[in-house]
């Protein structure tokens, strides 16, 4: 199908663009931010999955906990997250975002935007908001792809 191979194409594009190191420099720049990739990452994940331990993390990445560790640790004394001990086993502990954490995150993301909003400025209202109803679809399409597994 002409129509996937497109989709596929731009997706790639757009996957290259957003994981460019001069790209991902920019936005620290702008956000006045200094964490490397994999740290802001760690971060972004525990924010979307609510307290977490590294345990869940690193399996859902197929990599043991010493692979994350240094990033957790590095997290910690930027004060970004905290562990905190798990109500229902307190042999564990659970990774939580601080305020500072969910800052930083947020600074960022106003960062990405203010960019989008610079690439998509010649674009109409209608096709910026026909483009975010599309993605979204996808994004939620992959993201169920991903729970479900392969079929």
């Given amino acids: 199908m002409p129509e996937s191979d497109a989709i596929q194409q731009a997706i790639t594009t ?12 920019e ?3 702008r956000a006045k ?9 760690l971060l972004g994940r ?3 999955s609510g307290p ?15 692979t994350l560790t240094p990033q957790v640790q590095r997290l910690e004394r930027l004060g970004l997250i905290v ?19 969910r800052a930083v995150l947020a600074r960022l993301h106003r960062t990405r935007a203010q960019m989008f909003n610079e ?6 209202d209608r096709d910026r908001a026909q483009t975010a109803r599309v993605l979204t679809r996808l994004a ?4 169920s792809w991903m729970a479900d597994g392969p079929v």
């Fill in 46 to 48: 525990v924010a979307k």
């Fill in 83 to 101: 562990r905190q001990a798990d109500p229902r086993d307190r042999r564990a502990a659970l990774l939580h975002v601080t305020r500072s954490g």
């Fill in 119 to 124: 690439i998509l400025a010649g674009w109409s």
């Fill in 52 to 66: 977490t331990r590294l345990t869940e993390i690193a399996t859902a990445l197929g990599v043991d906990n010493s």
């Fill in 140 to 143: 939620e399409q992959l993201d």
């Fill in 33 to 41: 931010c200094s964490l490397p990739q994999g740290t802001l990452w």
């Fill in 27 to 29: 936005t620290m720049r």
């Fill in 14 to 25: 757009i996957v290259a663009w957003s994981t460019r190191n001069d790209v991902y420099q």
